[in-house]
Protein backbone atom coordinates (compact mmCIF):
# COMPACT_ATOMS: atom_id res chain seq x y z
CA UNK A 1 0.00 0.00 0.00
CA UNK A 2 2.69 2.09 1.01
CA UNK A 3 4.42 1.75 -2.64
CA UNK A 4 1.99 2.47 -4.00
CA UNK A 5 1.06 5.62 -2.65
CA UNK A 6 4.35 6.51 -3.50
CA UNK A 7 3.76 5.76 -6.98
CA UNK A 8 0.69 8.29 -7.44
CA UNK A 9 2.06 10.66 -5.76
CA UNK A 10 5.40 10.17 -8.18
CA UNK A 11 2.84 9.70 -11.06
CA UNK A 12 1.11 13.62 -10.24
CA UNK A 13 4.02 15.50 -9.53
CA UNK A 14 5.64 14.39 -13.03
CA UNK A 15 2.18 15.01 -14.90
CA UNK A 16 0.58 17.68 -12.69
CA UNK A 17 -2.11 18.15 -14.97
CA UNK A 18 -3.84 14.30 -16.15
CA UNK A 19 -7.21 14.97 -14.55
CA UNK A 20 -7.21 10.80 -13.66
CA UNK A 21 -4.63 11.15 -11.11
CA UNK A 22 -6.69 13.11 -8.83
CA UNK A 23 -9.88 14.24 -10.45
CA UNK A 24 -11.76 15.39 -7.39
CA UNK A 25 -9.36 16.85 -5.78
CA UNK A 26 -10.66 20.41 -6.39
CA UNK A 27 -14.12 21.65 -5.52
CA UNK A 28 -16.05 24.21 -7.87
CA UNK A 29 -15.34 27.95 -6.59
CA UNK A 30 -18.91 28.61 -6.58
CA UNK A 31 -21.84 27.15 -5.49
CA UNK A 32 -24.08 28.30 -8.53
CA UNK A 33 -23.72 26.20 -12.39
CA UNK A 34 -20.66 26.78 -14.07
CA UNK A 35 -20.80 28.55 -17.12
CA UNK A 36 -18.03 30.03 -18.72
CA UNK A 37 -17.06 33.51 -20.05
CA UNK A 38 -14.00 32.70 -21.22
CA UNK A 39 -11.72 29.97 -20.89
CA UNK A 40 -7.80 29.07 -20.67
CA UNK A 41 -5.81 29.44 -23.25
CA UNK A 42 -8.65 31.93 -25.13
CA UNK A 43 -6.27 34.68 -27.44
CA UNK A 44 -6.77 38.07 -25.74
CA UNK A 45 -4.91 41.00 -26.64
CA UNK A 46 -1.30 40.68 -25.93
CA UNK A 47 -1.65 37.14 -23.88
CA UNK A 48 -3.17 33.77 -23.60
CA UNK A 49 -5.89 33.75 -20.89
CA UNK A 50 -4.09 32.27 -17.84
CA UNK A 51 -7.63 30.61 -15.99
CA UNK A 52 -11.35 30.31 -16.87
CA UNK A 53 -14.01 33.35 -16.38
CA UNK A 54 -17.12 31.80 -14.28
CA UNK A 55 -20.57 33.57 -14.88
CA UNK A 56 -21.71 35.05 -11.65
CA UNK A 57 -25.27 35.63 -12.85
CA UNK A 58 -24.66 39.31 -13.76
CA UNK A 59 -24.18 40.64 -10.25
CA UNK A 60 -21.73 40.64 -7.84
CA UNK A 61 -21.36 39.51 -4.42
CA UNK A 62 -21.81 36.45 -4.56
CA UNK A 63 -19.84 34.07 -2.47
CA UNK A 64 -16.17 32.25 -3.34
CA UNK A 65 -14.99 29.34 -1.74
CA UNK A 66 -11.48 27.41 -1.50
CA UNK A 67 -11.58 24.88 -3.83
CA UNK A 68 -9.28 22.78 -1.84
CA UNK A 69 -7.87 22.92 1.53
CA UNK A 70 -4.53 25.24 1.73
CA UNK A 71 -3.03 28.81 3.15
CA UNK A 72 -3.33 32.33 1.81
CA UNK A 73 -0.18 33.10 0.09
CA UNK A 74 -0.72 36.55 -1.87
CA UNK A 75 -3.05 39.45 -1.34
CA UNK A 76 -2.97 41.57 -4.75
CA UNK A 77 -5.03 44.64 -4.95
CA UNK A 78 -4.66 46.49 -8.37
CA UNK A 79 -7.02 49.24 -10.44
CA UNK A 80 -6.16 46.90 -13.67
CA UNK A 81 -5.43 43.30 -14.39
CA UNK A 82 -7.76 41.20 -11.47
CA UNK A 83 -8.14 43.73 -9.33
CA UNK A 84 -8.42 42.38 -6.13
CA UNK A 85 -7.46 39.03 -6.43
CA UNK A 86 -6.42 36.24 -3.43
CA UNK A 87 -3.83 33.25 -3.75
CA UNK A 88 -4.27 30.07 -1.75
CA UNK A 89 -1.07 27.46 -1.90
CA UNK A 90 -2.41 23.94 -1.75
CA UNK A 91 -0.65 20.56 -0.35
CA UNK A 92 -1.02 18.86 -3.42
CA UNK A 93 2.02 20.97 -5.42
CA UNK A 94 -0.70 22.99 -6.65
CA UNK A 95 -1.79 26.93 -5.85
CA UNK A 96 -5.51 28.57 -6.86
CA UNK A 97 -6.36 32.13 -8.17
CA UNK A 98 -9.49 34.12 -7.51
CA UNK A 99 -9.45 37.05 -9.57
CA UNK A 100 -11.82 40.43 -9.60
CA UNK A 101 -13.30 40.05 -6.48
CA UNK A 102 -15.77 42.73 -4.59
CA UNK A 103 -13.74 42.09 -1.15
CA UNK A 104 -12.41 39.50 0.88
CA UNK A 105 -14.19 37.50 3.96
CA UNK A 106 -14.30 39.87 7.01
CA UNK A 107 -10.94 38.81 8.80
CA UNK A 108 -8.81 38.97 5.09
CA UNK A 109 -10.48 42.38 4.35
CA UNK A 110 -9.86 43.97 8.03
CA UNK A 111 -6.45 42.29 7.70
CA UNK A 112 -5.53 44.12 3.84
CA UNK A 113 -6.92 47.10 5.03
CA UNK A 114 -4.98 47.93 7.79
CA UNK A 115 -1.79 47.15 5.55
CA UNK A 116 -2.97 49.47 3.18
CA UNK A 117 -3.29 52.79 5.50
CA UNK A 118 -0.40 51.34 7.35
CA UNK A 119 1.48 52.10 3.64
CA UNK A 120 -1.06 54.31 2.33
CA UNK A 121 -1.77 53.10 -1.02
CA UNK A 122 -4.86 51.44 -2.22
CA UNK A 123 -2.76 49.36 -4.66
CA UNK A 124 -0.60 46.83 -2.70
CA UNK A 125 0.85 43.45 -3.15
CA UNK A 126 0.70 41.29 -0.18
CA UNK A 127 2.98 37.94 0.61
CA UNK A 128 0.89 36.69 3.28
CA UNK A 129 2.23 34.41 6.24
CA UNK A 130 2.08 30.75 5.83
CA UNK A 131 -0.72 29.73 8.20
CA UNK A 132 -1.95 33.01 8.85
CA UNK A 133 -5.14 32.12 6.96
CA UNK A 134 -5.41 28.44 7.13
CA UNK A 135 -8.78 27.54 4.58
CA UNK A 136 -10.57 24.12 4.17
CA UNK A 137 -11.98 23.14 1.03
CA UNK A 138 -15.36 24.79 0.23
CA UNK A 139 -14.47 27.24 2.86
CA UNK A 140 -15.24 31.16 2.61
CA UNK A 141 -13.13 33.23 0.79
CA UNK A 142 -14.37 36.40 -0.59
CA UNK A 143 -17.04 37.60 -2.75
CA UNK A 144 -17.16 37.73 -6.68
CA UNK A 145 -17.09 40.99 -8.23
CA UNK A 146 -15.95 43.45 -11.18
CA UNK A 147 -12.34 44.90 -10.04
CA UNK A 148 -9.38 45.49 -12.23
CA UNK A 149 -9.66 45.08 -15.89
CA UNK A 150 -12.93 43.00 -16.01
CA UNK A 151 -15.37 43.37 -18.66
CA UNK A 152 -18.19 42.57 -16.23
CA UNK A 153 -19.00 40.59 -13.23
CA UNK A 154 -16.97 37.26 -12.85
CA UNK A 155 -14.99 34.92 -11.13
CA UNK A 156 -11.23 34.82 -13.26
CA UNK A 157 -10.22 31.14 -11.41
CA UNK A 158 -6.81 29.72 -11.92
CA UNK A 159 -5.04 26.61 -10.99
CA UNK A 160 -1.47 26.90 -10.90
CA UNK A 161 2.38 24.74 -10.26
CA UNK A 162 3.21 26.23 -7.24
CA UNK A 163 6.81 25.44 -8.07
CA UNK A 164 6.63 26.97 -11.39
CA UNK A 165 3.91 29.39 -11.19
CA UNK A 166 2.57 28.02 -14.40
CA UNK A 167 -1.30 28.61 -15.38
CA UNK A 168 -2.55 24.88 -15.60
CA UNK A 169 -6.19 24.12 -17.88
CA UNK A 170 -8.60 24.31 -14.97
CA UNK A 171 -10.74 22.03 -17.21
CA UNK A 172 -8.42 19.27 -17.26
CA UNK A 173 -9.67 18.81 -13.57
CA UNK A 174 -13.11 17.37 -13.40
CA UNK A 175 -15.35 20.48 -12.53
CA UNK A 176 -18.98 20.20 -14.01
CA UNK A 177 -18.65 22.45 -17.18
CA UNK A 178 -21.19 20.84 -19.52
CA UNK A 179 -19.89 20.66 -22.80
CA UNK A 180 -21.23 18.70 -25.82
CA UNK A 181 -20.47 21.52 -28.47
CA UNK A 182 -17.94 21.25 -30.58
CA UNK A 183 -15.93 23.78 -31.68
CA UNK A 184 -16.61 26.31 -34.66
CA UNK A 185 -14.67 26.72 -37.57
CA UNK A 186 -15.25 30.44 -39.74
CA UNK A 187 -11.91 30.02 -42.06
CA UNK A 188 -8.68 28.78 -43.33
CA UNK A 189 -5.70 31.20 -44.30
CA UNK A 190 -2.82 30.06 -46.65
CA UNK A 191 0.09 31.70 -46.72
CA UNK A 192 3.01 32.19 -49.29
CA UNK A 193 6.27 31.98 -47.46
CA UNK A 194 9.28 31.70 -50.00
CA UNK A 195 10.17 33.52 -52.65
CA UNK A 196 7.71 33.00 -55.48
CA UNK A 197 5.48 31.12 -52.98
CA UNK A 198 2.07 31.48 -54.55
CA UNK A 199 -1.43 30.79 -53.70
CA UNK A 200 -4.32 30.43 -56.26
CA UNK A 201 -1.36 32.05 -58.49
CA UNK A 202 -1.11 35.32 -56.63
CA UNK A 203 1.95 36.21 -54.04
CA UNK A 204 -0.33 37.03 -51.09
CA UNK A 205 -2.10 35.39 -48.25
CA UNK A 206 -5.19 34.31 -48.97
CA UNK A 207 -8.05 33.07 -46.94
CA UNK A 208 -11.17 30.73 -47.61
CA UNK A 209 -14.59 30.75 -45.63
CA UNK A 210 -15.94 27.93 -44.50
CA UNK A 211 -19.08 25.85 -44.27
CA UNK A 212 -20.29 22.77 -42.22
CA UNK A 213 -22.43 19.74 -43.81
CA UNK A 214 -22.33 16.03 -43.91
CA UNK A 215 -20.52 16.21 -40.29
CA UNK A 216 -17.59 18.12 -41.41
CA UNK A 217 -16.32 21.78 -42.74
CA UNK A 218 -15.62 22.39 -46.14
CA UNK A 219 -14.31 25.40 -48.03
CA UNK A 220 -16.99 27.33 -49.04
CA UNK A 221 -17.97 27.00 -52.86
CA UNK A 222 -15.36 23.78 -52.94
CA UNK A 223 -12.45 25.51 -54.61
CA UNK A 224 -9.74 24.04 -56.61
CA UNK A 225 -6.41 25.49 -54.76
CA UNK A 226 -3.40 25.88 -56.31
CA UNK A 227 -0.13 26.65 -54.41
CA UNK A 228 3.53 26.67 -55.19
CA UNK A 229 6.68 27.44 -53.17
CA UNK A 230 6.85 26.78 -49.41
CA UNK A 231 3.47 27.45 -47.72
CA UNK A 232 1.50 27.73 -44.31
CA UNK A 233 -1.96 27.25 -42.75
CA UNK A 234 -4.00 29.53 -40.58
CA UNK A 235 -7.32 29.10 -38.80
CA UNK A 236 -9.94 31.08 -37.94
CA UNK A 237 -12.52 29.41 -34.71
CA UNK A 238 -13.70 29.67 -31.69
CA UNK A 239 -14.90 27.42 -29.37
CA UNK A 240 -18.38 27.51 -27.21
CA UNK A 241 -19.81 25.66 -24.38
CA UNK A 242 -23.53 24.30 -23.56
CA UNK A 243 -25.78 27.52 -21.88
CA UNK A 244 -23.47 30.42 -23.18
CA UNK A 245 -22.73 32.45 -26.31
CA UNK A 246 -19.66 33.41 -24.98
CA UNK A 247 -16.89 32.62 -27.42
CA UNK A 248 -14.12 30.63 -25.83
CA UNK A 249 -10.86 29.87 -27.35
CA UNK A 250 -9.39 26.78 -28.94
CA UNK A 251 -7.89 23.90 -26.83
CA UNK A 252 -6.09 22.04 -29.65
CA UNK A 253 -5.55 21.75 -33.22
CA UNK A 254 -3.75 19.20 -35.18
CA UNK A 255 -2.76 19.77 -38.97
CA UNK A 256 -2.42 16.77 -40.86
CA UNK A 257 -0.81 16.80 -44.67
CA UNK A 258 -1.13 13.23 -46.51
CA UNK A 259 -1.79 11.66 -43.63
CA UNK A 260 1.47 13.17 -41.72
CA UNK A 261 1.10 15.08 -38.46
CA UNK A 262 3.33 18.17 -39.11
CA UNK A 263 1.34 21.09 -36.41
CA UNK A 264 0.02 20.68 -33.55
CA UNK A 265 -1.25 23.18 -30.66
CA UNK A 266 -2.29 22.23 -27.22
CA UNK A 267 -3.45 24.75 -24.23
CA UNK A 268 -2.74 22.07 -21.41
CA UNK A 269 -0.42 24.73 -19.49
CA UNK A 270 1.05 27.82 -19.97
CA UNK A 271 4.41 29.88 -19.13
CA UNK A 272 3.37 33.29 -18.10
CA UNK A 273 7.09 34.49 -19.72
CA UNK A 274 6.14 33.01 -22.70
CA UNK A 275 1.97 34.61 -23.42
CA UNK A 276 3.04 37.76 -25.15
CA UNK A 277 3.99 35.07 -28.11
CA UNK A 278 0.48 34.88 -28.34
CA UNK A 279 1.38 37.92 -31.02
CA UNK A 280 3.18 35.97 -33.13
CA UNK A 281 0.77 32.47 -32.72
CA UNK A 282 -1.67 34.82 -34.24
CA UNK A 283 -1.62 36.75 -37.44
CA UNK A 284 -1.40 39.67 -35.96
CA UNK A 285 -0.77 42.13 -39.02
CA UNK A 286 -4.27 40.63 -40.37
CA UNK A 287 -6.02 41.06 -36.92
CA UNK A 288 -5.09 44.36 -36.70
CA UNK A 289 -6.66 45.44 -40.53
CA UNK A 290 -8.93 43.11 -41.01
CA UNK A 291 -10.42 42.33 -37.13
CA UNK A 292 -10.45 38.62 -37.75
CA UNK A 293 -7.89 36.91 -35.33
CA UNK A 294 -6.47 33.48 -36.92
CA UNK A 295 -4.00 31.07 -35.53
CA UNK A 296 -1.12 30.84 -37.41
CA UNK A 297 -0.38 27.17 -37.73
CA UNK A 298 3.37 27.54 -38.82
CA UNK A 299 5.91 29.00 -36.47
CA UNK A 300 7.72 32.03 -37.00
CA UNK A 301 11.51 31.60 -36.14
CA UNK A 302 11.46 34.05 -32.84
CA UNK A 303 8.23 32.36 -31.41
CA UNK A 304 9.52 30.88 -28.67
CA UNK A 305 5.73 29.41 -27.11
CA UNK A 306 6.39 25.62 -25.97
CA UNK A 307 2.11 24.88 -26.85
CA UNK A 308 2.94 22.99 -29.91
CA UNK A 309 3.92 19.11 -29.33
CA UNK A 310 4.23 19.05 -32.76
CA UNK A 311 6.23 21.24 -34.96
CA UNK A 312 7.44 19.37 -38.17
CA UNK A 313 9.33 22.03 -40.25
CA UNK A 314 7.82 24.15 -37.77
CA UNK A 315 4.67 23.56 -39.37
CA UNK A 316 5.63 24.66 -42.82
CA UNK A 317 5.18 22.66 -46.39
CA UNK A 318 7.16 22.62 -49.61
CA UNK A 319 4.80 22.42 -52.53
CA UNK A 320 6.16 20.55 -55.68
CA UNK A 321 4.11 21.04 -58.98
CA UNK A 322 2.44 18.58 -60.28
CA UNK A 323 1.92 17.00 -56.80
CA UNK A 324 -1.58 16.84 -54.96
CA UNK A 325 -1.87 17.43 -51.00
CA UNK A 326 -4.51 16.25 -48.75
CA UNK A 327 -4.78 18.66 -46.04
CA UNK A 328 -6.98 17.85 -42.75
CA UNK A 329 -7.45 19.94 -39.63
CA UNK A 330 -8.87 18.46 -36.25
CA UNK A 331 -9.61 21.14 -33.70
CA UNK A 332 -10.81 19.74 -30.24
CA UNK A 333 -12.37 20.78 -27.25
CA UNK A 334 -11.32 19.61 -23.49
CA UNK A 335 -14.75 17.81 -23.49
CA UNK A 336 -13.07 15.66 -26.50
CA UNK A 337 -16.05 17.10 -29.23
CA UNK A 338 -14.11 17.35 -32.56
CA UNK A 339 -14.29 19.40 -35.48
CA UNK A 340 -12.73 18.70 -39.09
CA UNK A 341 -11.87 20.27 -42.26
CA UNK A 342 -10.09 18.53 -45.26
CA UNK A 343 -9.54 20.01 -48.25
CA UNK A 344 -6.97 19.80 -50.87
CA UNK A 345 -4.32 21.73 -52.95
CA UNK A 346 -2.81 21.28 -56.52
CA UNK A 347 0.91 22.14 -56.32
CA UNK A 348 2.63 24.56 -58.86
CA UNK A 349 5.40 26.24 -59.53
CA UNK A 350 6.56 29.03 -58.11
CA UNK A 351 6.22 32.05 -59.75
CA UNK A 352 8.49 35.64 -59.98
CA UNK A 353 8.63 36.91 -56.89
CA UNK A 354 7.92 40.12 -56.30
CA UNK A 355 10.02 43.51 -56.29
CA UNK A 356 12.55 43.73 -53.44
CA UNK A 357 11.23 45.37 -50.40
CA UNK A 358 12.49 48.75 -49.09
CA UNK A 359 13.58 49.78 -45.92
CA UNK A 360 16.54 48.83 -42.75
CA UNK A 361 16.63 45.04 -42.51
CA UNK A 362 16.38 43.67 -39.49
CA UNK A 363 17.50 40.32 -38.18
CA UNK A 364 15.01 38.84 -35.31
CA UNK A 365 18.05 37.16 -33.15
CA UNK A 366 20.45 40.03 -33.39
CA UNK A 367 20.31 43.97 -31.76
CA UNK A 368 19.66 47.05 -34.27
CA UNK A 369 20.44 49.97 -33.22
CA UNK A 370 18.80 52.67 -35.35
CA UNK A 371 20.79 56.63 -35.17
CA UNK A 372 19.86 59.08 -37.05
CA UNK A 373 20.27 62.77 -36.72
CA UNK A 374 16.73 63.21 -34.41
CA UNK A 375 15.85 59.69 -33.59
CA UNK A 376 18.13 56.72 -31.74
CA UNK A 377 15.93 53.32 -31.45
CA UNK A 378 17.58 50.52 -29.57
CA UNK A 379 15.95 47.16 -30.23
CA UNK A 380 17.48 44.18 -28.74
CA UNK A 381 17.95 40.33 -30.20
CA UNK A 382 14.36 38.83 -29.59
CA UNK A 383 12.28 42.39 -30.09
CA UNK A 384 11.01 40.61 -33.30
CA UNK A 385 9.75 37.07 -34.37
CA UNK A 386 10.68 36.90 -38.12
CA UNK A 387 13.49 39.02 -40.08
CA UNK A 388 11.84 41.84 -42.21
CA UNK A 389 12.45 45.50 -43.45
CA UNK A 390 11.98 48.34 -41.44
CA UNK A 391 10.11 51.38 -43.45
CA UNK A 392 11.74 54.48 -41.85
CA UNK A 393 10.92 57.95 -42.87
CA UNK A 394 11.38 61.57 -41.08
CA UNK A 395 8.10 63.62 -41.73
CA UNK A 396 7.59 67.10 -41.01
CA UNK A 397 6.34 68.53 -37.86
CA UNK A 398 2.79 69.69 -36.97
CA UNK A 399 1.09 72.22 -34.79
CA UNK A 400 1.32 71.16 -31.11
CA UNK A 401 4.31 68.85 -31.48
CA UNK A 402 7.89 69.67 -30.75
CA UNK A 403 9.86 67.27 -33.15
CA UNK A 404 9.32 65.70 -36.49
CA UNK A 405 7.32 62.78 -36.66
CA UNK A 406 8.87 59.65 -36.73
CA UNK A 407 7.53 56.78 -38.79
CA UNK A 408 9.09 53.27 -37.51
CA UNK A 409 7.09 51.35 -39.74
CA UNK A 410 3.80 50.81 -39.03
CA UNK A 411 2.10 49.71 -36.05
CA UNK A 412 0.32 46.48 -37.34
CA UNK A 413 3.70 44.45 -36.78
CA UNK A 414 4.37 43.59 -33.63
CA UNK A 415 6.92 44.13 -30.68
CA UNK A 416 8.10 41.45 -28.08
CA UNK A 417 9.50 43.51 -26.07
CA UNK A 418 10.39 47.46 -25.17
CA UNK A 419 12.77 49.08 -27.13
CA UNK A 420 14.33 52.74 -25.82
CA UNK A 421 13.50 55.30 -28.09
CA UNK A 422 14.97 59.08 -28.40
CA UNK A 423 13.44 61.65 -30.29
CA UNK A 424 15.51 65.10 -30.65
CA UNK A 425 13.08 68.38 -29.77
CA UNK A 426 12.82 71.11 -31.69
CA UNK A 427 11.21 74.44 -30.06
CA UNK A 428 10.89 73.34 -26.81
CA UNK A 429 10.37 75.85 -24.83
CA UNK A 430 12.17 75.75 -21.45
CA UNK A 431 8.94 75.91 -19.19
CA UNK A 432 7.83 72.77 -21.11
CA UNK A 433 10.57 70.18 -20.62
CA UNK A 434 9.24 68.61 -17.97
CA UNK A 435 5.90 68.23 -19.69
CA UNK A 436 7.26 66.52 -22.66
CA UNK A 437 6.35 63.11 -23.25
CA UNK A 438 6.45 60.92 -26.71
CA UNK A 439 3.45 60.19 -28.21
CA UNK A 440 2.28 57.95 -30.74
CA UNK A 441 0.10 59.08 -33.66
CA UNK A 442 -2.53 57.42 -35.27
CA UNK A 443 -2.36 57.81 -38.83
CA UNK A 444 -6.00 57.83 -39.35
CA UNK A 445 -7.24 59.67 -36.81
CA UNK A 446 -4.19 61.51 -35.78
CA UNK A 447 -5.26 60.65 -32.34
CA UNK A 448 -2.02 60.95 -29.77
CA UNK A 449 -1.45 58.01 -27.22
CA UNK A 450 1.37 58.96 -24.66
CA UNK A 451 4.22 56.33 -24.61
CA UNK A 452 5.87 58.50 -21.40
CA UNK A 453 9.10 60.01 -21.47
CA UNK A 454 11.35 62.11 -20.39
CA UNK A 455 13.20 65.49 -21.68
CA UNK A 456 17.04 65.05 -20.89
CA UNK A 457 19.62 67.41 -22.85
CA UNK A 458 17.59 68.20 -26.15
CA UNK A 459 16.01 64.87 -26.36
CA UNK A 460 12.57 62.84 -24.82
CA UNK A 461 13.00 59.56 -24.39
CA UNK A 462 10.85 56.59 -23.80
CA UNK A 463 10.84 52.65 -23.47
CA UNK A 464 8.08 51.47 -26.13
CA UNK A 465 6.63 48.74 -27.27
CA UNK A 466 5.14 49.25 -30.72
CA UNK A 467 5.62 50.44 -34.36
CA UNK A 468 4.08 53.29 -35.59
CA UNK A 469 4.30 57.34 -35.94
CA UNK A 470 6.20 59.14 -33.02
CA UNK A 471 6.71 62.35 -32.07
CA UNK A 472 7.16 64.99 -28.57
CA UNK A 473 4.17 66.67 -27.38
CA UNK A 474 3.44 68.23 -23.86
CA UNK A 475 1.18 67.30 -21.55
CA UNK A 476 0.25 70.58 -19.81
CA UNK A 477 -3.52 69.87 -18.67
CA UNK A 478 -4.05 68.83 -15.32
CA UNK A 479 -6.59 65.84 -14.83
CA UNK A 480 -10.47 66.48 -13.97
CA UNK A 481 -11.88 65.83 -10.91
CA UNK A 482 -15.52 65.43 -10.89
CA UNK A 483 -17.69 64.95 -7.78
CA UNK A 484 -20.44 62.70 -8.28
CA UNK A 485 -22.71 62.53 -4.82
CA UNK A 486 -20.27 65.34 -2.85
CA UNK A 487 -20.85 69.09 -2.88
CA UNK A 488 -18.77 71.78 -0.61
CA UNK A 489 -21.03 71.97 3.29
CA UNK A 490 -22.32 68.34 2.26
CA UNK A 491 -24.53 66.59 4.73
CA UNK A 492 -23.72 63.07 4.25
CA UNK A 493 -24.75 60.96 7.13
CA UNK A 494 -27.10 58.90 4.70
CA UNK A 495 -23.74 57.56 2.34
CA UNK A 496 -22.25 54.87 2.05
CA UNK A 497 -19.51 56.20 0.40
CA UNK A 498 -17.73 59.24 -1.87
CA UNK A 499 -17.19 59.44 -5.76
CA UNK A 500 -15.38 61.32 -7.82
CA UNK A 501 -14.90 60.58 -11.73
CA UNK A 502 -11.05 61.48 -12.71
CA UNK A 503 -10.46 62.13 -16.42
CA UNK A 504 -7.01 63.51 -18.23
CA UNK A 505 -6.17 64.67 -21.62
CA UNK A 506 -3.21 62.49 -22.43
CA UNK A 507 -0.79 61.44 -20.08
CA UNK A 508 -2.80 59.23 -17.98
CA UNK A 509 -3.62 59.04 -14.27
CA UNK A 510 -0.32 58.73 -12.44
CA UNK A 511 -0.84 58.65 -8.63
CA UNK A 512 -4.11 59.94 -6.09
CA UNK A 513 -4.06 60.40 -2.96
CA UNK A 514 -6.89 61.50 -0.12
CA UNK A 515 -7.22 62.89 3.40
CA UNK A 516 -10.36 63.45 5.73
CA UNK A 517 -8.92 65.92 8.25
CA UNK A 518 -5.26 65.87 7.70
CA UNK A 519 -5.13 61.77 7.90
CA UNK A 520 -5.01 59.36 5.00
CA UNK A 521 -7.93 57.55 4.37
CA UNK A 522 -8.23 54.52 1.55
CA UNK A 523 -9.44 55.83 -2.18
CA UNK A 524 -10.18 52.58 -4.12
CA UNK A 525 -9.21 53.70 -7.94
CA UNK A 526 -11.54 51.81 -10.65
CA UNK A 527 -9.53 52.36 -13.94
CA UNK A 528 -11.60 51.22 -16.44
CA UNK A 529 -14.43 53.39 -15.25
CA UNK A 530 -12.45 56.18 -14.40
CA UNK A 531 -14.10 56.27 -10.68
CA UNK A 532 -12.12 56.74 -8.08
CA UNK A 533 -14.45 56.08 -4.22
CA UNK A 534 -14.10 56.58 -0.76
CA UNK A 535 -16.10 54.01 1.74
CA UNK A 536 -16.67 56.08 5.10
CA UNK A 537 -15.16 53.75 7.70
CA UNK A 538 -16.52 54.58 11.58
CA UNK A 539 -13.22 53.00 12.90
CA UNK A 540 -11.28 55.38 11.59
CA UNK A 541 -13.29 58.22 11.06
CA UNK A 542 -15.10 59.96 13.92
CA UNK A 543 -19.51 60.68 13.21
CA UNK A 544 -21.30 63.67 14.46
CA UNK A 545 -19.08 66.46 13.78
CA UNK A 546 -18.03 68.27 10.58
CA UNK A 547 -14.48 67.40 8.27
CA UNK A 548 -12.21 68.62 5.69
CA UNK A 549 -11.97 66.32 2.54
CA UNK A 550 -8.73 66.60 0.55
CA UNK A 551 -8.25 65.14 -2.65
CA UNK A 552 -4.83 65.30 -4.87
CA UNK A 553 -4.67 64.00 -8.48
CA UNK A 554 -1.52 63.95 -10.34
CA UNK A 555 -0.95 62.73 -14.18
CA UNK A 556 2.06 61.23 -15.78
CA UNK A 557 3.61 64.38 -16.85
CA UNK A 558 3.46 65.83 -13.18
CA UNK A 559 0.19 68.10 -13.50
CA UNK A 560 -1.61 67.97 -10.41
CA UNK A 561 -5.50 68.82 -9.85
CA UNK A 562 -6.57 69.33 -5.49
CA UNK A 563 -10.92 69.18 -4.73
CA UNK A 564 -11.54 70.27 -0.76
CA UNK A 565 -14.78 69.86 0.60
CA UNK A 566 -16.39 70.09 3.72
CA UNK A 567 -18.97 67.85 4.65
CA UNK A 568 -20.51 66.66 7.66
CA UNK A 569 -20.85 63.09 9.03
Known amino acids: MKYLLLTLLFLFFKNPYNPSIAPNYFAPPVKIPIYLAGNFGELRSNHFHSGIDIKTQGKTGLPVYAAAEGTVTRINISPVGFGLALYIKHPNGYSTVYGHLSRLRDDMEQYIKDIQYNRESFSIDVSVPAGKFNVEKGELVAYSGNSGSSGGPHLHFEIRDSATENPINPLLFNFDVKDNTPPKLMSVMLYPLSNGANIDGRLNQKPFDLVFYDGEYHLKGNPIITAGGTIGFGLQGLDYLDGSWSKCGIYEIDLTVNSK ?53 KGKIVIEPGEKYDVAYLVKDVAGNI ?3 NFALQGKATIAPGPQQAGIPVQWDQDLLLKQDDVVANF ?21 LYSKRIQLHQSDVPVHQSYNLRIKAEGLPADLQSRALIVAIDPKTHKQYSMGGKYTNGWVEANVRQLGTFAIATDTEAPTITPINIQNHSTL ?10 LDNLSGIESYSGSIDGQWVLFEYDAKNSLLEYS ?34
Request: glycine share 4%; charged share 30%; aromatic share 16%.
Open 261 to 313: LIYSFKMNELNFGESRYLNSHIDYTYLRNNSRRYHKNWIEDGNKLNNYPVREN
Open 339 to 341: SRL
Open 380 to 400: KAGSFYSNFFLDYKELPTQKD
Open 493 to 502: TDRRKVSFKL
Open 536 to 569: FDAKRLQLGKSHNLKLTVTDGAGNESVYEAKFYR
